[in-house]
Antibody, heavy 124, light 108 residues
Framework: QVQLQESGPGLVKPSETLSLTCSVS????????WSWIRQPAGKGLEWIGRVSDSGMTNYKSNFNSSLRSRVTMSVDTSKNQVSLELASVTAADTAIYFC??????????????WGQGILVTVSS | SYVLTQPPSVSVAPGQTATITCGAE??????VHWYQQKPGQAPVLVVYDDDGRPSGIPERFSGSNSGNTATLTISRVEAGDEADYHC???????????FGGGTKLSVL
């Protein structure tokens, strides 16, 4: 049974860097895409980006989104972990952050396993 | 960017059928996935690739997708089905994952 577990600080100061880790157990991170998704309180799901088992990344980029320039994702296959760093955070980055497993070498596949999520609050 | 439109809320009586839509231009050409999310919990995949049902998901959950609308149908609705439902696709043009705004299903 594949399980995902997010970990990291629950409180980050404005302008600092949010750093989260997703530990995967019961299965390998190899051959899968891994995404980070966040959800502000009372709002919908927002895809932040994905990283492959080989470290290839794709981050969300929209006209009105500053995410792409602030996000870094990486994988550590030796530890079976996926990481997220979000720089220069503001209160708007306060949300529950989920890691999720995507397709096996298929970017169109559904997210079949999710972590429980971790609440990150940006506040001084 | 590709936008998925869901109704904010749907209400249904127990035992009836709930229909939740997800609209977008030519969504019928994409694979649509649906997630159920109960308060304080992570989303759970209930339908994948338009009409696939993961192991452990009741047959009451079904999906369809054609033209500009994808639909999640929940038959014989139970109180335990009350949750937020999110549709999701992969947009090949941007190589981005896109979620709908979510629909809150209320069981009267």
């Amino acid at each position: 049974q594949v399980q995902l577990q997010e970990s990291g600080p629950g409180l980050v100061k404005p302008s600092e860097t949010l750093s989260l880790t997703c530990s995967v157990s019961g299965g390998s991170i190899s051959n899968f895409y891994w995404s980070w998704i966040r959800q502000p309180a009372g709002k919908g799901l927002e895809w932040i980006g994905r990283v492959s088992d080989s470290g290839m990344t794709n981050y969300k980029s929209n006209f009105n989104s500053s995410l792409r320039s602030r996000v870094t994702m990486s994988v550590d296959t030796s530890k079976n972990q996926v990481s997220l760093e979000l720089a220069s955070v503001t209160a708007a980055d306060t949300a529950i952050y989920f890691c999720a497993r995507g397709g096996q070498n298929n970017r169109a596949s559904a997210f079949d396993h999710w972590g429980q999520g971790i609440l990150v609050t940006v506040s001084s | 960017s590709y936008v998925l439109t869901q109704p904010p809320s749907v209400s249904v009586a127990p035992g009836q059928t709930a229909t939740i839509t997800c609209g977008a231009e030519n969504i019928g050409r994409k694979s649509v996935h649906w997630y159920q999310q109960k308060p304080g919990q992570a989303p759970v995949l209930v339908v994948y690739d338009d009409d696939g049902r993961p192991s452990g998901i009741p047959e009451r959950f079904s999906g369809s997708n054609s033209g500009n609308t994808a639909t999640l149908t929940i038959s014989r609705v139970e109180a335990g089905d009350e949750a937020d439902y999110h549709c999701q696709v992969w947009d090949s043009n941007s190589d981005h994952v896109v979620f709908g705004g979510g629909t809150k299903l209320s069981v009267l």
